[in-house]
């Protein structure tokens, strides 16, 4: 699937207050809260002591009441608001619940929080129509099935999913169509932009930055004096540009191969082969984890003890053999010289291949033909086919804190490499 994701953001409103509604309907019309952190004592719930606001019903809004306000506070300026205090064992039980109805529609679900997540569908729609339809649908099965109203931006990208899920609170619905990201953003405060925090929004107010449009028009100078380094990835998210994958839980975030040298590696060739070899192992581990990498590293340590690594962004995520090799290669012509003690080849910002991903176009027949020659390795030996370029042999040295989360690697053993 080239071209255009759709993601969506789903946030439940007023979630905690919504789950103790569904038990308690005779509060519903009522402004309520639901509020914690402090000593809280039965049949003692107007003593407000301590504890702050965690979630504020729509009834209590109007009045000024809403989450993180202390409740001493929230009380003065709604005197009969209902206060109840925090039970997140039952909050967290409907939580699956939800969870289990976004599993319905993608495996690729990336939880914020208990009642937020992000949902990559763009490989869902031959089978459940397109992101609007999955959004709406999702938004009537919370209702009907659970009672719980929610909130859902659909965009191309996380970061504008999720102010667009924000914008029209409660049980809003706003979409976003690709290539108006930036015309959607532009009039909006820096606040909505998550990541834009109270002082990175205060620095950028002191040169007139007030809108996200005033963001993404800013030069690279004055960006990087107020910013620092991290302030283009906010321009670019200001402008609708964010290239994070929706990551579901217990998928590692990368993993990569290394080899040290008997001696160091003076000839570039003999470079450019072991680190086919790498690229080609990396592939392979990548593809028997059902994942796909959305760059490329390159990690060199040479005779002096530095060591250098480098990353590539791939077009589209990918577990080509040739695709990460040819990556690879790029990043081992920018970092070469002389002398190469260790050379390591790594799969980064990992995503599930989730469906309508793999093997659509094209380019996904090399894909096609690594997993089929996968498969006859699995049978004959890790050694038996390798695309005429030798063999890595059959020790492991994967790093092994990327790796513990994918189970043990795919059986192989040594043998002499035959080419193809
Ligand atoms: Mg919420």
Same mark, same amino acid.
């Given at each position: 699937?080239?071209?255009?994701?759709?993601?969506?953001?789903?946030?439940?409103?007023?979630?905690?207050?919504?789950?103790?509604?569904?038990?308690?309907?005779?509060?519903?019309?009522?402004?309520?809260?639901?509020?914690?952190?402090?000593?809280?004592?039965?049949?003692?719930?107007?003593?407000?002591?301590?504890?702050?606001?965690?979630?504020?019903?729509?009834?209590?809004?109007?009045?000024?009441?809403?989450?993180?306000?202390?409740?001493?506070? !929230?009380?003065?300026?709604?005197?009969?608001?209902?206060?109840?205090?925090?039970?997140?064992?039952?909050? !967290?039980?409907?939580?699956?619940?939800?969870?289990?109805?976004?599993?319905?529609?993608?495996?690729?679900?990336?939880?914020?929080?208990?009642?937020?997540?992000?949902?990559?569908?763009?490989?869902?729609?031959?089978?459940?129509?397109?992101?609007?339809?999955?959004?709406? !649908?999702?938004?009537?099965?919370?209702?009907?099935?659970?009672?719980?109203?929610?909130?859902?931006?659909?965009?191309?990208?996380?970061?504008?999913?999720?102010?667009?899920?924000?914008?029209?609170?409660?049980?809003?619905?706003?979409?976003?169509?690709?290539?108006?990201?930036?015309?959607?953003?532009?009039?909006?405060?820096?606040?909505?932009?998550?990541?834009?925090?109270?002082?990175?929004?205060?620095?950028?107010?002191?040169?007139?930055?007030?809108?996200?449009?005033?963001?993404?028009?800013?030069?690279?100078?004055?960006?990087?004096?107020?910013?620092?380094?991290?302030?283009?990835?906010?321009?670019?998210?200001?402008?609708?540009?964010?290239?994070?994958?929706?990551?579901?839980?217990?998928?590692?975030?990368?993993?990569?191969?290394?080899?040290?040298?008997?001696?160091?590696?003076?000839?570039?060739?003999?470079?450019?082969?072991?680190?086919?070899?790498?690229?080609?192992?990396?592939?392979?581990?990548?593809?028997?984890?059902?994942?796909?990498?959305?760059?490329?590293?390159?990690?060199?340590?040479?005779?002096?003890?530095?060591?250098?690594?480098?990353?590539?962004?791939?077009?589209?995520?990918?577990?080509?053999?040739?695709?990460?090799?040819?990556?690879?290669?790029?990043?081992?012509?920018?970092?070469?010289?002389?002398?190469?003690?260790?050379?390591?080849?790594?799969?980064?910002?990992?995503?599930?291949?989730?469906?309508?991903?793999?093997?659509?176009?094209?380019?996904?027949?090399?894909?096609?033909?690594?997993?089929?020659?996968?498969?006859?390795?699995?049978?004959?030996?890790?050694?038996?086919?390798?695309?005429?370029?030798?063999?890595?042999?059959?020790?492991?040295?994967?790093?092994?804190?990327?790796?513990?989360?994918?189970?043990?690697?795919?059986?192989?053993?040594?043998?002499?490499?035959?080419?193809?």
């Amino acid at each position: 699937m080239t071209g255009t994701r759709t993601i969506l953001h789903v946030d439940l409103d007023a979630f905690f207050v919504s789950c103790e509604l569904l038990r308690r309907p005779e509060l519903r019309g009522r402004p309520v809260v639901v509020a914690g952190g402090g000593e809280s004592h039965p049949g003692e719930a107007r003593s407000a002591g301590r504890s702050v606001v965690s979630a504020a019903s729509y009834e209590a809004r109007p009045s000024g009441v809403r989450s993180a306000l202390p409740l001493a506070r !929230a009380l003065r300026l709604c005197p009969q608001l209902v206060v109840l205090p925090v039970d997140i064992d039952h909050y !967290a039980r409907i939580s699956k619940q939800v969870f289990a109805i976004f599993q319905q529609y993608t495996p690729l679900v990336e939880p914020g929080s208990l009642d937020e997540a992000y949902l990559d569908v763009s490989g869902s729609q031959l089978v459940a129509g397109d992101g609007p339809t999955i959004a709406a !649908a999702i938004q009537t099965r919370l209702a009907d099935e659970l009672g719980l109203p929610a909130s859902v931006g659909v965009a191309s990208c996380k970061t504008v999913a999720k102010v667009a899920s924000d914008l029209r609170k409660p049980r809003g619905l706003v979409v976003v169509p690709p290539g108006q990201e930036g015309d959607f953003l532009s009039e909006l405060a820096l606040e909505r932009l998550p990541g834009a925090g109270p002082k990175t929004v205060a620095r950028l107010r002191l040169l007139g930055v007030t809108t996200l449009g005033d963001l993404a028009l800013l030069d690279d100078a004055r960006l990087r004096a107020v910013l620092g380094p991290q302030g283009e990835q906010l321009r670019d998210r200001a402008r609708g540009h964010d290239p994070a994958p929706v990551v579901p839980p217990g998928v590692p975030r990368s993993l990569s191969r290394e080899r040290t040298f008997a001696r160091d590696l003076t000839d570039l060739t003999e470079a450019q082969r072991m680190v086919r070899l790498l690229s080609f192992a990396v592939a392979r581990r990548l593809r028997a984890g059902g994942l796909l990498a959305g760059a490329v590293s390159l990690k060199a340590r040479f005779a002096d003890f530095q060591t250098t690594t480098r990353q590539l962004t791939l077009p589209r995520p990918a577990s080509a053999d040739l695709e990460l090799v040819a990556a690879a290669q790029e990043l081992l012509r920018r970092v070469w010289q002389p002398g190469v003690r260790l050379l390591g080849v790594g799969a980064e910002q990992l995503v599930p291949h989730g469906q309508g991903q793999l093997f659509e176009g094209p380019a996904e027949k090399g894909a096609r033909l690594d997993v089929a020659l996968d498969r006859l390795r699995d049978r004959f030996g890790t050694g038996a086919i390798a695309r005429g370029i030798g063999s890595l042999g059959a020790e492991e040295d994967w790093n092994r804190d990327h790796l513990r989360q994918l189970g043990p690697p795919p059986a192989g053993g040594g043998g002499a490499p035959s080419a193809l």
